[in-house]
């Protein structure tokens, strides 16, 4: 398949500006007879949403919760980026653009990213426009601090709760144009399938999750905001509902999944505690603002602490290593999620590990309270400082917090070109659900700053050019392509329920949830890869013979929900094998063991690797088809990176 990525012609800072100017237009009397549907009503889908009504278009909003509120952006903590330079510290557009390609790992268009970093300074505006209370300095101008992977205070925040008051910010915007019928909202309402008429994305298959009753949906166009894939890995930062199956279904429909392997570690969440557990709690990134990361000089200290003989107040400042200050002292605590997360494996594998299972570093905070006082660490930290303690039983302002590497964020997803369509014309795909803005590894505060620019700010002047191309008239829901879609999804539905197996979906869920870590996690290998793609394959085969779902179809069933998750995550987990198998060089968060450099850091091949892979659905039980993206840097020069 020939991939365009549609990027304009034209100097990197014009492009967008250019493409605005000559995407074709829908008048406004015209937008009236366009139907649009946006499933998913997180940031990007509320953003979307709410910007496309206001335009005049009548959409139709798609959430599987009770209420676009509980979507899982609220779980957001630290902030969001924007190049505003308030605080004159140097930041700019293109140092934005600089820090997130490099932080990629140069896996990312060039484009799209440029577009991101402009875009990004309208945002707070809107924002601040909604009653979004971010944080502001004594003199009322709004506070900025540092994220990981850029030397510049650019994150705009309010709190630890940025997520949530963004989604209150689109939340009201998309229940005003709710209040004004021009979009309808379905709650409880989970996409099962896109339904495709001669090629073009006409509409999607519903299950309403409380009635059990399948539906099906037309439209001009169809939206996909459905977030990232992380729960493949079962423990995850993600929410439990998270999941991948309306882009899912979209791929096997013909829409591209691009860069499935690059999928991204959080160096600060709580640590596994049991089994028992079925997420993980993130500690915001913003703590490595003033907290500092360190585990004992030697394997003896790190043993009598896990043996509980001494605690990690009696460890004197000479035995402690500050690893990411000692190893990275241009960024020390801040550099990128990937290298944080990797150095701390690193001193766990060593043996110097903290807390009763050894797999947990220090978060510390004890010089920051002793230089401004536990009121002002409170003042910017304090819910994140209650949750911790809420978890853990420990109080993060006596002893310094106890953190260690989780599956956060994917940067892969449905593949999108310049104007975010899919390879299945009238789809489109924004915020986490497509692959387009991080390359190998998101720089934090960057997942809100792209969701609310592709829904605020992209979507609404893409989507106008797709739909000027489409006659302004009805579609017809009666195409036989709409009845095919619906009885798959009932043959489907009903294949799951008949199956009367001896484990829970639950139970296969935990055991490709430990294959993925294992093998495709933080460090990754050729020999470990290989033996995860069959592992994944018995597993799968499993599944679909011996699968226990009670209840019936036709009536609330989390386990018939769970079950159908489940086997899209099967089918994922084993593409995102095969695409780390294919990717012969470490970069950002995939790291194959086989490619590092002399000081144990991720070692690209850009002649042989600066693409972006496109996977291209073949059949059930089928290999998938690569499709080669070729990435082109002329704007950056491709360098190993460094945060030394």
Not at 300 to 313: H, N, P, Q, V, W
Not at 504 to 523: D, R, S, V
């Amino acid at each position: 398949m020939l991939l365009d990525s549609k990027i304009p012609e034209g100097p990197l800072a014009e492009k967008w500006e250019k493409h605005k100017f000559n995407v074709k237009l829908v008048n406004p009397a015209n937008k009236r007879k366009y139907d649009v549907i946006v499933v998913g009503t997180g940031l990007a889908g509320a953003s979307a949403a709410a910007s496309l009504a206001e335009l005049g278009y009548n959409v139709k909003a798609f959430t599987y919760h009770d209420s676009p509120r509980r979507a899982h952006s609220i779980a957001a903590q630290g902030g969001i980026n924007a190049a505003k330079n308030y605080q004159n510290d140097g930041d700019s557009v293109f140092r934005l653009f600089y820090d997130t390609v490099k932080g990629g790992d140069y896996r990312a268009r060039e484009a799209n990213v440029y577009r991101l970093a402009q875009v990004s300074v309208n945002i707070i505006d809107q924002c601040v426009a909604q009653g979004v209370p971010f944080a502001r300095e004594y003199g009322g101008l709004l506070a900025n601090r540092s994220f990981g992977g850029a030397q510049v205070s650019r994150t705009f925040y309010a709190r630890g709760q940025t997520g949530q008051q963004l989604l209150l910010g689109a939340y009201s915007a998309l229940s005003r144009q709710v209040a004004y019928g021009k979009v309808k909202l379905f709650t409880r309402s989970e996409m099962l399938d896109l339904v495709v008429v001669d090629g073009q994305a006409r509409g999607i298959v519903t299950r309403h999750l409380i009635t059990g009753e399948i539906e099906t949906h037309a439209a001009h166009a169809v939206v996909l905001a459905t977030g990232g894939y992380g729960n493949v890995f079962y423990l995850s930062t993600n929410a439990k509902y998270c999941n991948v199956t309306a882009p899912w279904r979209a791929h096997k429909k013909g829409a591209l999944f691009a860069n499935p392997c690059f999928t991204q570690i959080h160096p600060t969440c709580i640590p596994v505690s049991g089994d028992y557990q079925s997420k993980l709690t993130l500690m915001s990134e913003s703590l490595r603002n003033d907290g500092r990361v360190w585990v004992p000089a030697t394997v003896e200290i790190a043993e009598r602490l896990r043996k509980g003989e001494i605690k990690a107040t009696d460890i004197k400042e000479e035995d402690r290593d500050y690893f990411l200050e000692r190893k990275y002292p241009a960024f020390g605590n801040l550099v990128p999620r990937d290298v944080a997360s990797r150095n701390a494996k690193q001193m766990c594998d060593e043996g110097r590990g903290v807390g009763s299972s050894g797999l947990a570093v220090y978060l510390d905070f004890a010089d920051v309270i002793q230089r401004t006082g536990a009121a002002a660490v409170s003042q910017k930290y304090g819910n994140l400082f209650a949750m911790y303690e809420k978890i853990t039983d420990e109080n993060p302002y006596e002893l310094p917090m106890r953190i260690y590497p989780a599956v956060h964020y994917t940067m892969g997803g449905l593949w999108v070109d310049y104007n975010l369509q899919t390879t299945i014309p009238g789809l489109y795909a924004t915020g986490e659900c497509n692959f387009s803005d991080h390359g190998a590894n998101r720089l934090g505060a960057s997942a809100l700053m792209q969701g609310l620019a592709d829904g605020y700010f992209v979507i609404p002047y893409t989507i106008g050019d797709y739909l000027a191309n489409t006659a302004p008239k009805p579609v017809d829901a009666n195409h036989p392509a709409f009845a095919e879609a619906k009885a798959f999804v009932q043959a489907r539905t009903e294949r799951l329920l008949s199956i009367n197996g001896t484990r829970t979906p639950t139970e296969f869920h935990k055991a490709l949830g430990h294959i993925m870590w294992e093998y495709c996690g933080m460090a990754r290998s050729a020999e470990g890869l290989t033996f995860a793609k069959a592992e994944i394959q018995k597993l799968k085969k499993d599944f679909w013979t011996d699968v226990k779902i009670t209840g019936t179809g036709e009536e609330m069933n989390q386990s018939l929900e769970s079950a159908g998750r489940v086997a899209d995550f099967l089918e994922l987990g084993e593409l995102m094998v095969d695409d780390a198998l294919n990717r012969n060089e470490s970069c950002g968060g995939h790291f194959r063991e086989e490619y590092q450099t002399p000081e144990g850091e991720a070692l690209r091949d850009d002649e042989n690797y600066a693409y972006v892979a496109a996977w291209e659905y073949q059949g059930e039980n089928q290999p998938e088809k690569l499709n080669k993206e070729e990435l082109t840097f002329e704007n950056v020069k491709l360098t190993q990176r460094s945060y030394k």
